[in-house]
């Protein structure tokens, strides 16, 4: 199976900070990764596929890169609403696999 | 507007078996790949099971192999998990997901309590 990685675990962060997460596949995916976002209580939502694809509706705040092992899910300026636990997923190989989580909090 | 919304969990003890269903809105339900998520309270992600708009194709995670069965009803816009020998490890919070490899729409999700 593909471990995926992501870093770190848990941050701190103020309303307008520029948020940067990792997540590193222990095999190469091509651009078979989608990020999902998920607040207390609430399913997953997806925010990006094909690793920079923003699903509808997705503020442009959000912005995801990378290819191969290594990609990242940047948010521009954090707002008040995305405060949650992000969550980075493979789709290259079964079976489909996800990250331990980012939970992003205020500072 | 897409909606999944999914029932059935409840408590059941080891080895026991339970009927999960999600009914599907808004969008043409044959068209799309369907497929079962879980999350474990406080725990991450895991990938269980999909199957086709065409029902042909089925697939499964090795950790519900032979125990979960997944099935879908196109006319009634429904998709099933039949979950059987559970043990204390199935506990988790079951998501209906529409999409094959990345998911666009989740359900709100049914939990799913497996103890004695």
């Known amino acids: 199976d593909i471990q995926m990685t992501q870093s770190p675990s848990s941050l701190s962060a103020s309303v307008r900070d520029r948020v940067i997460i990792t997540c590193r596949a222990s095999?190469?995916?091509?651009?078979?990764l989608a990020w999902l976002q998920q607040k207390p209580g609430k399913a997953p939502e997806s925010l990006i596929y094909?690793?920079?694809a923003l699903q509808s509706g997705v503020p442009s705040r959000f912005s995801g890169s990378g290819s191969g092992t290594d990609f990242t899910l940047t948010i521009s300026s954090l707002q008040p609403e995305d405060f949650a636990t992000y969550y980075c997923?493979?789709?290259?190989?079964?079976?489909?696999?996800f990250g331990g989580g980012t939970k992003v909090e205020i500072k | 507007q897409v909606q999944l919304v999914e029932s059935g969990g409840g408590l059941v003890k080891p080895g026991g078996s339970l009927r999960l269903s999600c009914i599907a809105s808004g969008f043409t339900f044959s068209d799309y790949y369907m497929t079962w998520i879980r999350q474990a309270p406080g725990k991450g992600l895991e990938w269980l099971s999909h199957?086709?708009?065409?029902?042909?194709?089925?697939n499964y995670a090795d950790s519900v192999k032979g125990r979960f069965t997944i099935s879908r009803d196109n006319p009634k816009m429904s998709l099933y998990l039949q979950m059987n020998s559970l043990r204390v490890e199935d506990t988790a919070v079951y998501y209906c997901?529409?999409?094959?490899?990345?998911?666009?729409?989740w359900g709100q999700g049914t939990l799913v309590t497996v103890s004695s």
């Open positions: 997901v529409r999409g094959e490899l990345d998911f666009d729409y």
């Open positions: 095999q190469d995916i091509s651009n078979h």
């Open positions: 199957i086709s708009g065409s029902i042909i194709y089925t």
């Open positions: 997923q493979q789709y290259k190989h079964y079976p489909l696999t």
């Open positions: 094909a690793a920079s």
